[in-house]
């Protein structure tokens, strides 16, 4: 198996559910003994979080950068960010190694083209719901996106950042969830896309009014491909 680097702690919550998958997937795909060579830099998340202003994502972006080429030089030969958000800099991290990065929204809209869909509502966090450097990854294949929901998106925030990234998920969390799920398929969207790594605390993936692709189940997918495939 080949070895892969992961930057997590953005938040430590979702690198948890990184790691419990991936090492599951590759359990059942290898060997009841088998589990994932792994290299893991949990960053400080005190240091990316709330980011707005244009000196904070390049600092962000140095970070990550940072961490990127610590985990190449201990012998990564590839990386996976571990956080939607925070691809918002994946072309200068990408930049700074020279070994791929696989992108968080890549896997995701091939399995939303595979499973024959083509309109789907973006679910996540404020700058993934609402920039382009994510949106535009999507349509990039073929995904048509309903526009953002500006009151769904201050509350997807809200419970993002004041629950589930400190390891919380409450019944009133997933009340809302259900709710704004339920209010897309009546708005026409064919599918959901949960761009937020910890989202799937609070949404059941496989009982819900529409299909729903958790990008943090299939980056995982992702990532144990490319630890089985031979050199």
Not at 61 to 85: F, P, Q
Not at 214 to 220: G, K, L, N, P, Q
Request: charged fraction near 25%; proline fraction near 3%.
């Amino acid at each position: 198996m080949r070895k892969l680097g992961m930057i997590g702690g953005m938040s430590w919550v979702s690198t948890g559910i990184y790691y419990d998958r991936i090492n599951r997937i590759i359990q059942k795909r290898s060997s009841p003994m088998a589990s994932a060579p792994l290299l893991i830099e949990s960053v400080d998340f005190c240091q990316l979080y709330g980011l707005r202003e244009e000196q904070d994502w390049k600092r962000a972006s140095e970070v990550l950068s940072e961490s990127a080429k610590r985990l190449e030089d201990a012998g990564a030969g590839a990386l996976i960010i571990a956080a939607n958000s925070m691809h918002k800099v994946y072309d200068d991290v990408a930049a700074a190694v020279d070994i791929p990065i696989l992108h968080i929204a890549d896997p995701v809209a091939l399995a939303i083209k595979r499973a024959g869909h083509k309109k789907a509502a973006l679910i996540g966090t404020r700058n993934v719901m609402t920039e382009s450097f994510y949106r535009k990854r999507l349509i990039a294949h073929g995904i048509d996106l309903s526009p953002p929901d500006m009151a769904n998106v201050e509350t997807l925030h809200g419970i993002i950042y004041d629950e589930l990234m400190i390891g919380k998920a409450s019944r009133d969390a997933e009340r809302k969830l259900k709710t704004i799920i339920t209010n897309k398929e009546q708005e026409g969207a064919e599918a959901i896309v949960l761009a937020c790594t910890e989202l799937n605390l609070v949404v059941d993936v496989n009982a819900n009014v529409l299909p729903v692709f958790d990008s943090t189940r299939t980056h995982c997918e992702a990532a144990a491909d490319w630890i089985l495939q031979s050199e």
